[in-house]
T-cell receptor, first 112, second 121 residues
């Protein structure tokens, strides 16, 4: 199994631009999480899906952030417009029930 | 709401020695999962060990073991024979086991703030 695959690994963009982060979960997993990690705030849950349905998006900072999961093998996290304070490492993770979540390698986003 | 607390921001251990990282959590649920994750400088989040709350036996994975005290809501990680490669951030995490109508686990995966472990040669 290839594990959770995230793209891109690194993204540098200018303030105001749209950013799209992508995630392919492990096949057969039915939960998908998006996290953001910064030195100041640690690991924050943004949103999670069960069976492609968003269950809890209370961690999404504001309307500039949106996430979709059109099918069991793909999810996106979009930021529009991006701001410098959005700079962070964004992780996608997937799990099957309670067997622990497996993380992708993360996307390091820098907004200048 | 559930919370996870790691009270040790940093820990240090001598190579080949044993170290214990602390974690406490707060929940009103009777059944749940607990995890320890390792994040080395590469930033990859690696699942180290998993404990199901209904199991009294403490989980063990090679040099890693836990001390699960359900009544005290404590879940510590013991690393034996510490190696230089164990140096990393360690995160404790909690997840509810209850299923929702979609067939998935009810709760999200909640993390503590982490403990930075240094290993001295």
């Amino acid at each position: 199994d290839a594990g959770v695959i995230q793209s891109p690994r690194h993204e540098v963009t200018e303030m105001g631009q749209e950013v799209t982060l992508r995630c392919k979960p492990i096949s057969g997993h039915n939960s998908l999480f998006w996290y953001r990690q910064t030195m100041m705030r640690g690991l924050e849950l943004l949103i999670y899906f069960n069976n492609n349905v968003p269950i809890d998006d209370s961690g999404m900072p504001e309307d500039r952030f949106s996430a979709k999961m059109p099918n069991a093998s793909f999810s996106t996290l979009k930021i529009q417009p991006s701001e410098p304070r959005d700079s962070a490492v964004y992780f996608c993770a997937s799990s099957f029930r309670g067997r622990g979540a497996f993380f992708g390698q993360g996307t390091r986003l820098t907004v200048v | 709401a559930q919370t996870v607390t790691q009270s040790q921001p940093e820990m240090s251990v001598q190579e080949a020695e044993t170290v214990t990282l602390s974690c406490t959590y707060d929940t009103s649920e009777s059944d749940y999962y607990l995890f320890w994750y390792k994040q080395p400088p590469s930033r990859q989040m690696i699942l180290v060990i998993r404990q199901e709350a209904y199991k009294q036996q403490n989980a063990t994975e090679n040099r890693f073991s836990v001390n699960f005290q359900k009544a005290a809501k404590s879940f510590s990680l013991k690393i034996s024979d510490s190696q230089l490669g164990d140096a990393a951030m360690y995160f404790c995490a909690y997840r509810s086991v209850a299923l929702n109508s979609y067939g998935g686990s009810q709760g999200n995966l909640i993390f503590g703030k982490g403990t930075k472990l240094s290993v001295k040669p």
